[in-house]
């Protein structure tokens, strides 16, 4: 079964997702201070890269200034780190995913309509929205990339985002169980690309989390890490990579590979790191 996928979260929201897909452009002006403002879907690379974002005007007259002129983009290098200890988050992860799409940015999975799974964090609860993945990662830790990054992407009652980072590294010897079934699953999309197919079986979240007792996290309040680059959002990067194999990554990377926004300056951002013995 699929279905056209025209969810105004997904038009508007990532944002969170990313995108190495194709780019088209339409027409070219001249801006009022001389920088040229193209109409034009956003990418990764040239004249519509991460650069040049907060020119851009999308096909639907959307402006993307934010991109350029936000004090606290994401995403950035987690270095020195103001140590707190903080309450742990509240994971309370069902297996509740429904649908997946190839939307030309990334692969996401869809938490269904009736989504239980969320987080709580600062007194504060966040119901999942979805998952997806760059590759590689975006964030860097001490100045290095990992192979993969994935994305849980949580709304709260009053709209607000929170994201939880998890980075994924090669290597390992023993495939990842939980992240094999996903990775699976993407394949739902082949020959689908831009529709929502259904999953052959549900995604327990649990399972992309590291270890119980290694979840401690980077916290910081930065931004959507594609257009419209909204600022506000609560990041919680997992400290704890996880190991997959060489293999595992040979498959994320074929569908995308380098749809990571380059690392912002930290400006205006605080970043913490939770010190706290995790759940």
Not at 16 to 41: F, I, K, R
Not at 84 to 95: G, M, R, V
Not at 146 to 162: C, P, T
Request: with cysteine; glycine share 8%.
């Amino acid at each position: 079964m699929k279905k056209m996928y025209l969810s105004p979260l997904f038009v508007a929201m990532f944002g969170l997702t990313a995108c190495g897909g194709t780019s088209s452009s339409s027409t070219t002006d001249a801006a009022a201070d001389g920088h040229a403002t193209h109409t034009s879907t956003w990418s990764y690379e040239g004249w519509n890269g991460p650069t040049y974002w907060g020119d851009l005007i999308g096909h639907d007259g959307t402006l993307y200034p934010t991109c350029g002129t936000g004090t606290t983009q994401s995403p950035i290098n987690l270095t020195a780190a103001d140590q707190q200890a903080l309450t742990n988050i509240t994971f309370n992860y069902t297996n509740n995913t429904d649908t997946v799409i190839n939307n030309g940015h990334t692969v996401q999975v869809n938490a269904s309509d009736t989504a239980t799974s969320s987080i709580t964090v600062d007194g504060k609860t966040y119901k999942v929205l979805q998952v997806h993945f760059h590759s590689p990662s975006e964030h860097e830790v001490d100045g290095k990339l990992a192979d993969a990054e994935f994305h849980i992407v949580h709304q709260a009652d009053d709209d607000s985002l929170a994201v939880v980072g998890i980075l994924l590294n090669g290597g390992a010897s023993t495939e990842n169980a939980g992240y094999a079934s996903l990775i699976t699953q993407f394949a739902e999309t082949k020959g689908h690309e831009y529709s929502e197919v259904n999953l052959t079986s549900a995604i327990d979240f649990n399972d992309l989390l590291p270890a119980a007792g290694s979840r401690a996290t980077y916290r910081y309040t930065g931004s959507l890490t594609t257009p419209p680059c909204s600022e506000n959002v609560k990041w919680h990067v997992m400290t704890s990579a996880i190991d997959v194999t060489d293999a595992q990554i040979t498959a994320l990377k074929e569908y995308f590979d380098g749809n990571n926004r380059p690392v912002n300056a930290i400006d205006k951002h605080v970043l913490i790191q939770d010190t706290t013995a995790a759940q």
